[in-house]
């Protein structure tokens, strides 16, 4: 997953928030691989965010909450949505085995009948939160500046 800040071109325009979502494609050696042939079709996905969902999303973060969108453009529709869950982390000590009870969140993008899933643990999703900051601190500014 990448969430960055496309900056266009035209300088009249706002910047825009994009998540971007590439489907894994293997293991290797125990790390995910999402290396695809090129061309490859429906591997990738993109989805511009508005200010307004990115203060949604942080929502959604800090608050433990779901959060959903739907986007239709002509023939290709994409849905967002996040969902908390929790997972049992294993971990060992000198008196045996623990398990905690750890929150994350499931990220899902549905594009035009293709799904793409990822977990965010709980740096992740702190990192999501403050990108999602970043960029809307970004935008204000430069309104502000223009």
């Known amino acids: 997953m990448s969430l960055h ?22 293991w290797v ?12 079709v429906g591997v ?14 942080i929502y959604s973060l800090e608050k433990n909450k779901s959060f959903s969108a739907f986007h239709k453009f002509g023939e290709s529709s994409k849905q967002i949505k996040l969902v908390p ?3 049992d982390r294993k971990t060992q000590s000198k008196d045996g085995e623990n398990v905690e009870t750890v929150r994350r969140v499931s990220l899902g993008v549905t594009d035009s009948g293709k799904s793409f899933y990822l977990f965010l643990e709980a740096g992740e999703s702190q990192l999501m ?6 960029y809307l601190t ?5 309104r502000n500046n223009a």
């Open 5 to 26: 800040i496309a900056k266009d071109f035209d300088k009249s325009k706002d910047p825009s928030l994009m998540l971007e979502m590439v489907k894994q494609s293997g």
């Open 29 to 40: 050696n125990g790390r995910g691989v999402f290396k695809h042939p090129e061309g490859a």
């Open 44 to 57: 990738k996905t993109v989805v511009k965010l508005g200010e307004s969902e990115g203060a949604d999303i």
């Open 85 to 87: 869950t929790a997972h």
């Open 129 to 134: 939160i403050e990108a999602i900051r970043f």
């Open 138 to 142: 970004f935008l204000f500014n430069k």
